[in-house]
């Protein structure tokens, strides 16, 4: 079963963000994790760096792929998740806890166009 968190806002690219004041959060769905077996690497921007909704800010890879991570909405980078680069199998065993990056929102009203966990729950099923 995977795992959806409400109060989160979904990617159809599988990313997930989370809002606090004016910031966010960026990690990747539970539904990515799993179709992407063991993650054995993640590759994040450094802080200060700014990135754009839709397009790519770092990479992730596994055992079986390496993919793009995109941004769900615009912000500069002001925090990444050291633990990560220790640690990229943390995704597998919770992606909501691996988050990768905070980031200063430029644009809240970006995430409007995301889905909510019912919409992504929907759209996983789909899949």
Do not use: C, R
Request: net charge negative; aromatic share 10%; glycine share 6%.
């Amino acid at each position: 079963m995977t795992k959806i968190l409400d109060g989160y806002k979904y990617t159809e690219k599988h990313e997930w963000v989370k809002l606090e004041g004016d910031s966010a959060i960026f990690g990747i769905s539970d539904f990515a994790q799993n179709a992407l077996g063991d993650i054995v690497f993640v590759d994040l921007p450094k802080v200060g760096k700014s990135v754009k909704k839709g397009q790519s800010f770092g990479t992730i890879e596994s055992v079986k792929a390496a993919e793009d991570l995109y941004a769900p909405i615009s912000g500069e980078v002001i925090e990444i998740n050291p633990a990560i680069a220790k640690d990229p199998a943390m995704v597998n065993k919770d992606a909501f806890a691996a988050w990768m990056i905070k980031v200063k929102v430029t644009n809240a009203s970006e995430a409007d166009s995301l889905m909510d966990s019912s919409k992504y729950k929907d759209f996983t099923a789909s899949l």
